[in-house]
């Protein structure tokens, strides 16, 4: 991951000395949206810059710089989540430039396989087809059974990123604790809908799928279509 971040980050260096006009690079789409959510990481959370280098050897002391970084991190996040629900789906296709244009699916059926169009800046670096099928993707399909999505998530942003940016994750055994405690001696709790503003990657969701009461609750559903039949 680090090698292709270097990457990402040389060649945004690159186009952006070599646009004549900033303001319409997709980082700086990237980060009138960023900061407009976040801030500019100069808060009472500040940025832990030397642990910034330690991981990655780029010199953040310029506060653009950070940005960079932060976007080239969060491309890289966009990249694999789409590689997932690509391999997920279509699992012995070719990984190409193609499969991240939004005709390509809709060409397929699929309407909502999209992001950001800032996130795709990176489709004009040489080779970049090369990069794309170094990234270890088939090890998280084969370990569906984990939030894999959070495990990535904290891998691709340090946790000193994360926190200046004032995302902190709900821990599992909190997430199961809140399940457990909202749908405990609930009989009625199958026929709720449970909504979580703040997912994130969706541990609530996770959890709650793979716990007793989601079994339970298939169960229940299984039964009453048995009755009909």
């Known amino acids: 991951m680090t090698n292709l971040i270097h990457v990402f980050y040389n060649f945004l260096n690159q186009i952006e000395i070599a646009k ?18 976040h801030g500019f990481l100069d808060s009472q959370r500040k940025l832990d810059i030397s642990g910034l ?32 629900a690509f391999k997920a789906v279509f699992r012995e296709e070719e990984i190409t430039k193609r499969i991240f244009e939004k005709d390509y699916f ?3 059926g699929i309407q909502n396989y999209t992001c950001k169009a800032y ?11 090369n990069e794309l099928n170094e990234i270890g993707i088939d090890e998280y399909l084969e370990n569906s059974e984990t939030d894999f999505i959070k495990e990535i998530f904290e891998e691709v942003l340090p946790s000193p990123v994360r ?18 405690t909202v749908t405990e001696n609930d009989k009625f709790a199958h026929q709720k809908t449970y909504l979580d503003p703040a997912c994130g990657s969706g541990t609530f969701y996770f959890l709650m799928s793979s716990n007793s009461f989601s079994k339970s609750l298939i169960i229940r559903y299984l039964n009453k279509f048995l009755e009909l039949i």
């Open 163 to 180: 926190h200046a940016m004032g995302e902190f994750y709900t821990p599992d055994w909190l997430a199961n604790f809140t399940i457990q």
């Open 53 to 84: 280098y330690a991981t990655y050897q780029i010199d953040c002391s310029n506060q653009d710089d950070i940005f960079k970084l932060v976007f080239c991190l969060e491309t890289y996040y966009t990249i694999v989540l789409r590689l997932l």
């Open 20 to 37: 004549s006009d900033c303001r319409t690079t997709a980082f700086h789409l990237w980060k009138t949206d960023f900061t407009a959510i």
């Open 106 to 108: 809709l060409q397929k």
């Open 119 to 129: 996130f795709n800046w990176f489709l004009d670096i040489e080779n970049i087809e």
